[in-house]
């Protein structure tokens, strides 16, 4: 799998990105909070610190920002992600309410400097990523 991006888009990605995680254990803590008010079901999914999950969590963003351009390392980790996220119970139905945690995240933090096209850029990446990973976890369900 390749993922078709140009060299603007990932330059876009990886600039948003890098404003976040220097506020790392903020966003990381302010996902969770997002993720909880939009679905409130949500935290029985876990039993960790969710400080210390948030900082999981940027790790991996950092990781997969860091990676776009290289599918073939990235994947065996997504692979593996989504695999532990079947484990600890999470559904495909939660995919895309990660993924608007995730862009509403970006739109809180970063303000006017989350262009539209930045919004774009992260929405087709998390879409592809998300599809990879829930075709692994969820086969039967396609």
Do not use: C
Not at 43 to 71: A, C, P, W, Y
Not at 84 to 103: C, Q, S
């Amino acid at each position: 799998m390749q993922m078709a991006l140009t060299i603007q888009e990932v330059q876009l990605l990886r600039d948003s990105f890098r404003e976040i995680a220097v506020k790392s254990e903020q966003a990381g803590d302010r996902f969770y909070k997002i993720l909880f008010e939009k679905d409130p079901e949500a935290h029985i999914l876990f039993t960790n610190d969710i400080g210390r999950q948030g900082t999981m969590l940027m790790s991996k963003l950092g990781i997969i920002v860091s990676e776009l351009h290289n599918m073939e390392s990235l994947a065996p980790m997504l692979e593996g992600l989504a695999m532990r996220h079947v484990a600890y119970g999470v559904k495909k139905e939660h995919y895309p309410i990660v993924g608007e945690v995730l862009i509403q995240l970006l739109s809180e933090m970063l303000g006017d400097e989350f262009t539209p096209e930045a919004e774009a850029v992260w929405i087709k990446v998390y879409v592809e990523l998300a599809d990879l990973m829930t075709e692994v976890a969820y086969p039967d369900l396609d």
